[in-house]
């Protein structure tokens, strides 16, 4: 049987209290269990034992070089399942001086924003398969800029994302 999803995701940090407080605060997730240097949190309404793992390794490690000087993962996204919630993430995200970017990639709506160790991550809401049709496909040739009330208006503020569909090619 092939992959899955991802289960969870586990990253570095100067500070493990801090860090923990940004995800609590940006995103939600709570704290399922910790260790000295180390917690593993969980977003609401997963049902993974965590979703996402913090190592402390101290106040004197250097910004990561992915993509600048090596190789190394961009970012990891997250999905929320409606655009309301997505707009609240970015306010949410804007407020904390996290947000540095948001892009319609026309099947995916997604925000970009940096944690305290100024790694990356995205939350994105996935267009329902039941809503992807021509027009929608053909937006996936370009990247434009995310027009949140556009699409809430187009697709429903309320309307559950298409999470873990099949796009069509």
């Given at each position: 049987?092939p ?7 586990v ?9 923990v ?10 704290v ?9 949190l ?5 049902s ?6 913090l190592?402390?390794?101290?106040a ?10 090596s ?5 990891l ?8 919630e997505?707009e609240?993430?970015?306010a ?5 001086g ?5 892009s ?6 997604a ?5 305290p160790?100024g ?7 996935l ?26 208006q187009r ?13 069509p090619?």
């Amino acid at each position: 049987m092939p992959v899955q999803r991802l289960n969870h995701a586990v990253l570095y940090v100067r500070d493990v209290e801090r860090s923990v407080a940004f995800y609590r605060e940006a995103l939600g997730f709570e704290v399922v269990m910790s260790l000295p240097g180390a917690a593993f949190l969980q977003a609401a309404g997963s049902s993974n034992d965590h979703d996402l793992g913090l190592f402390e390794i101290g106040a004197g490690a250097g910004p990561s070089p992915a993509g600048r000087t090596s190789v190394g993962l961009y970012h990891l996204a997250w999905e929320v399942d409606t655009l309301d919630e997505l707009e609240r993430v970015a306010a949410r995200l804007r407020e904390m001086g996290s947000l540095v970017g948001a892009s319609d990639h026309s099947t995916t709506k997604a925000l970009y924003a940096r944690d305290p160790d100024g790694l990356e991550f995205e939350v994105s809401w996935l267009v329902p398969a039941a809503l992807i049709d021509e027009q929608v496909l053909a937006g996936r040739t370009s990247i434009r800029p995310l027009d949140l009330a556009a699409d809430k208006q187009r697709f429903g503020g309320r309307t559950r994302g298409g999470v873990g569909v099949s796009i069509p090619a």
